[in-house]
């Protein structure tokens, strides 16, 4: 049975910053890749950030040098740090791990950035 279980997401004013975790079950955290993506009303599921199993990470340029995705193997849980948040990154935040051909994905969570 594999989980992916989002949590931190809430409402913020511009400006300010959320922490999101994902807690993973049932899969070889350490050997997955990890993703957050999103998915605001009216448009399509896009990438927010990635970190590979060895560490490299990649942001859409919407978020570079605001966000920050990190990881704890030990704790099977991945993180975004968002920060200096705006209205447009209103959107539901979705965990994914993947491995191989395969990906898992997480409920999502709303984070909503009010003006």
């Known amino acids: 049975q594999v989980q992916l279980v989002e949590s931190g997401g809430g409402l913020v004013q511009a400006g300010g910053s959320l922490r999101l975790s994902c807690a993973a079950s049932?899969?070889?955290?350490?050997?997955?890749?990890m993703g957050w993506y999103r998915q605001a009303p009216g448009k399509q599921r896009e990438l927010v950030a990635r970190?590979?199993?060895?560490?490299?990470?990649n942001y859409a340029d919407s978020v570079k040098g605001r966000f920050t995705i990190s990881r704890d193997n030990a704790k099977n849980t991945v993180y975004l740090q968002m920060s200096s948040l705006k209205a447009e990154d209103t959107a539901v935040y979705y965990c994914?791990?993947?491995?191989?051909?395969?990906?898992?994905w997480g409920q999502g969570t709303q984070v909503t950035v009010s003006s």
């Open positions: 049932g899969i070889s955290f350490s050997i997955y890749h």
């Open positions: 970190i590979a199993r060895g560490g490299d990470t």
């Open positions: 994914a791990g993947e491995f191989s051909s395969t990906m898992h």
